[in-house]
Nanobody
Framework: QVQLVDTGGGLVQPGGSLRLSCAAS????????LAWFRQAPGKEREFVAT????????YYADSVKARFTISRDNAKNTVYLQMNNLKPEDTAVYSC???????????????WGQGTQVTVSS
């Protein structure tokens, strides 16, 4: 049974940083692309970042480029999202996802984490 567990969310002030983690089990982690999506209240889920199986490919949403960094540790079956210079508009539930190839659209991903809340507020 495949399981993705998202952790690391919380309340942070504008300009602050957080690092999200997603630990995977039940799949050949190093063979899959991993991604982060987010969903704010009343809004559709949106793509944040994705990373290929060997970390050679990364894509970011324009809204987070230069502030967020996605990385992976295949030895630990974990993908990370380092978020710096956070803004109130980054407030959302963040979920990781696993799929066959890095992509910006959610239907490309087969397995999803449960999500972790990130709130950016003073």
């Amino acid at each position: 049974q495949v399981q993705l567990v998202d952790t690391g969310g919380g309340l942070v002030q504008p300009g602050g940083s957080l690092r999200l983690s997603c630990a995977a089990s039940g799949l050949a982690f190093s063979a899959y692309a991993l991604a982060w999506f987010r969903q704010a209240p009343g809004k559709e889920r949106e793509f944040v970042a994705t990373i290929g199986w060997n970390a050679g490919i990364t894509y970011y949403a324009d809204s987070v480029k230069a502030r967020f960094t996605i990385s992976r540790d295949n030895a630990k079956n974990t993908v990370y999202l380092q978020m710096n210079n956070l803004k109130p508009e980054d407030t959302a539930v963040y979920s990781c996802a696993a799929g066959l190839a890095p992509a910006r659209i959610s239907p490309s991903y087969k397995w999803w984490g449960q999500g972790t809340q990130v709130t950016v507020s003073s």
